[in-house]
């Protein structure tokens, strides 16, 4: 399952990093930019590359986000360890089937 979250994460930003990338170097010059009132020493092709690797990072962050926010109230407070490996004053609370002490700090 982590897997296939890491995957809703990273492949739409893939797509949406190259995208920006077309958007954004057909309206500047990579030769034009500065930085610090420095002209950047980098070639054309190390600044596509760094520019696409930082839109990635950025809407992969968005993409993480949206996935934490989309997560049910069971899958964020859900004792991750099953119920033969919980310490022995970690009990189910009534109502949680079984799941064991979300909230509590002992999982």
């Known amino acids: 399952m982590l897997a ?6 990273a492949w739409p930003a893939f797509l949406v990093a190259g995208v920006l990338e077309m958007v954004v170097f057909a309206l500047v010059d990579p ?5 610090g009132g ?9 600044i596509y590359t ?5 839109f990635w990072v950025m ?7 949206t996935t934490l926010l989309a997560m049910s109230p069971f899958e964020v407070n ?3 360890l099953p119920a033969d490996q919980r310490p022995q004053d970690c009990a189910p609370r009534q109502g949680d089937g079984g799941r064991g002490c979300p909230g509590s700090g002992c999982c």
Do not use: G, K, V
């Open 50 to 54: 760094l520019a696409f690797f930082f």
């Open 31 to 35: 030769s034009e930019l500065h930085w």
């Open 59 to 65: 809407t992969m962050a968005s993409s993480a986000l």
């Open 38 to 46: 420095q002209p950047l020493e980098l070639s054309r092709q190390a």
């Open 78 to 80: 859900r004792c991750p």
């Open 4 to 9: 296939q979250r890491w995957m809703w994460i």
